[in-house]
């Protein structure tokens, strides 16, 4: 891969990861407000009511999942940019293939080929 290539999936990369660290920023505000608010709550000693309570829960629930969703593909992102420095980008970890553009143009973070990616699974 060329330079000029390399600069496009870095611009790629970067962008992502931003959005991804904007993404993350915000579920951990909204969810450390909530337990703020949970904290706060309660002072009449009375539960809520306990359709309430389950549906929090499960917001809450669905919120970390998410987070440890974009988490993981944050570290993705950042592993791919690292690579790019090391001149080590668009290398199969496992057959030490180059991964094709094709691949790497809708997941730019990829670090199999489709082959090992398939064996993998
Ligand atoms: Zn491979």
Redesign the pocket.
């Known amino acids: 891969m060329n330079e000029k290539q390399l600069e496009k999936y870095r611009e790629i990369l970067i962008k992502e990861r931003n959005a991804l660290q904007e993404e993350i920023k915000d579920l951990t505000e909204s969810e450390i407000q909530s337990s703020l608010l949970d904290s706060s709550g309660g002072l009449s000693g009375y539960p809520d009511d306990p359709g309430d309570v389950a549906s929090d829960n499960f917001e809450k629930g669905k919120d970390l999942e998410i987070l440890d969703m974009l988490t993981s593909k944050l570290e993705e992102v950042q592993t791919a940019l690292e690579k790019i420095d090391t001149g080590t980008y668009g290398v199969?970890e496992?057959?030490s293939?180059t991964i094709p553009q094709s691949r790497l143009n809708v997941k730019p973070w990829a670090k199999?080929?489709m082959?090992?990616r398939k064996d993998s699974e």
Do not use: E, I, R, S
């Open positions: 199969c496992l057959c293939k199999l080929c082959k090992c």
